[in-house]
């Protein structure tokens, strides 16, 4: 079965703490993205990727930068962690028109 | 519909009955759209798409209408069942290479009554 991990279900960090959030998928795919989801706001794209060691912003990339050294891996970094960071973050990743997405990180900054 | 502001829209349903939910796109350029079903504490998964030169496509249980004049797509679920529970996405693509990120609704709540 076809996966994109998120290393973390849940995070809690500091204000100001540096955070890396990971993603991993296994089915060899070009395309990687970071959305965060608040409620009734729907999905918010953050950055994406279409292949290793390029990176495009999205539409709310303010206090994010992103890494993608390998193909398969997909970091979002978040660096000054912010009270308004506070939200679920998902990951997904695709070959074509469909995404594959991760089960999300909840993060709390406090 | 969907609705801006802080409030996702809802829909309660009778178990065993059809459910519609509805989605209005943005862009009359838009030529393929998806619809996605997240259940509590999970990621977004993927139901049924459809092309901008279609106007219907059928699935296992459910079926997505899309009518371009008023740029509205909407999701029916026939004989909804406590399962189908869930918040439902709709997203459209700009793009036909696929390479365009996804323009994702703001979802609807879908609640079964049993």
């Known amino acids: 079965d076809v996966k994109v991990t998120q290393s973390s279900r849940y995070l809690v960090k500091r204000t100001g703490e540096k955070v890396f959030l990971e993603c991993v998928q296994d089915m060899d795919h070009e395309n990687m993205f970071w959305y965060r989801q608040d409620p009734g706001l729907g999905l918010r794209l953050i950055y994406f990727s279409y292949d290793v060691k390029m990176k495009e912003k999205g539409d709310i990339p303010e206090g994010y930068s992103v890494s993608r050294e390998k193909k398969e891996r997909f970091s979002l970094i978040l660096e000054s962690a912010s009270t308004n960071q506070t939200s679920m973050y998902l990951c997904?990743?695709?070959?074509?028109?469909?995404?594959?997405f991760g089960s999300g990180t909840r993060l709390t900054v406090v | 519909g969907e609705s801006v502001g802080l409030h996702l829209p809802t829909l309660s349903v009778q178990e065993g009955d059809n459910s519609i939910i509805n989605c209005a796109y943005s862009n009359s350029a838009s030529d393929y759209f998806i619809w996605y079903k997240q259940e509590s504490g999970k990621g977004p998964q993927f139901i049924i798409d459809?092309?901008?030169?279609?106007d219907k496509r059928q699935g296992q249980r459910v079926t997505v209408l899309l009518n371009k004049t008023v740029k509205h797509l909407s999701l029916q679920i026939a004989a909804t069942q406590p399962g189908d529970s869930a918040v439902y996405f709709c997203?459209?693509?700009?793009?036909?290479?696929?390479?365009?990120?996804?323009?994702f609704g703001k979802g609807t709540r879908l609640s079964v009554i049993a």
């Open positions: 997904a990743s695709s070959l074509g028109f469909g995404y594959t």
């Open positions: 997203a459209e693509s700009l793009g036909n290479s696929g390479n365009t990120p996804l323009v």
């Open positions: 459809i092309r901008s030169n279609m």
